[in-house]
């Protein structure tokens, strides 16, 4: 099985309920993991806009979460990310960053990654950083779209 990557509260492709947004609730939605491959050791998960980089001048990172135990199958709503480590968004804050598009509906990726390893990275570490942490230890890798607008 390959793994894959859902939510309950919303299809891929299709609108993030408002709820989930950064002047909202901004509590992470819901995301059902499936087919995690034999030998991961640990997930990790990264949120991030493709579509800032023309207001923001790059691909903003949203959420960031990594050591994510490998048997999870369901990431409840507003979750504390408990075992596992959350890095700095770039709105600055430690923790999930709901959408918050400054200018039209923008599409958010969740992109899962499957690794071989734990990360030996500080809590809070930056996007850029876990990205570089987890180059090579990718076993398999799996992405979730969802669209909001202000």
């Known amino acids: 099985m390959v793994l894959q990557l859902s939510s309950p509260a919303f299809a891929d492709g299709d609108p993030i309920p408002d709820q989930y947004g950064y ?64 890095g700095t968004s770039d709105y600055g804050e430690r923790g999930y960053g709901g959408p918050n598009p400054p200018n039209r509906e923008h599409t958010y990726r969740f992109r899962l990654f499957a690794l071989d390893s734990d990360l030996a990275l500080d809590p809070g570490a930056e996007k850029e950083t876990l990205e570089a942490e987890i180059e090579g230890h990718v076993l398999d890798q799996a992405t979730l779209t969802g669209t909001y607008a202000p």
């Open 23 to 86: 002047t909202a609730a901004n509590v992470n939605p819901p995301l059902a993991i499936e087919g995690v491959p034999a030998g991961t050791v640990s997930l990790a998960l990264v949120m991030d806009d493709p579509d800032a980089v023309e207001p923001a001048g790059k691909v903003w990172g949203h959420w960031l979460v990594w050591n994510i135990d490998p048997g999870i199958e369901l990431i409840p709503e507003d979750w504390d990310a408990a075992g596992a480590h959350e």
